[in-house]
Nanobody
Framework: QVQLVESGGGLVQAGGSLRLSCAAS????????MGWFRQAPGKEREFVGS????????YYTDSVKGRFTISRDNAKNMVSLQMDSLKPEDTAVYYC??????????????????WGQGTQVTVSS
């Protein structure tokens, strides 16, 4: 079991930055690929990016490459999503997710076993 709690969302102007954090509890954290997803109103939940169990490898959807960076600290059971050069289309609820039996190229939400409650990110133009 892994429990996840996101924090760090808020309102930011276009071009600005935000850093989201995800605190994990549970002994299986280090066995999990960690992913970030987002869901805008009226849209399906969308894969943003993921990070390997060791933290050495990351994988991103094309729309955020070069702007978003995922990192993890296994000693602190933390995962972070640094978002730079934010655009209004990045506005969504952002979710942290954990998958114990998947690869970092897994982009389907249903393959992730554990989810946080989400945090709102709003980018104004």
């Amino acid at each position: 079991q892994v429990q996840l709690v996101e924090s760090g969302g808020g309102l930011v102007q276009a071009g600005g930055s935000l850093r989201l954090s995800c605190a994990a509890s549970g002994r299986t954290f280090t066995r999990c690929v960690m992913g970030w997803f987002r869901q805008a109103p009226g849209k399906e939940r969308e894969f943003v990016g993921s990070i390997s169990r060791s933290g050495s490898t990351t994988y991103y959807t094309d729309s955020v490459k070069g702007r978003f960076t995922i990192s993890r600290d296994n000693a602190k059971n933390m995962v972070s999503l640094q978002m730079d050069s934010l655009k209004p289309e990045d506005t969504a609820v952002y979710y942290c997710a954990a998958g114990p039996y998947i690869s970092i190229t897994t982009t389907r939400a249903e393959n992730y076993a554990y989810w946080g409650q989400g945090t709102q990110v709003t980018v104004s133009s």
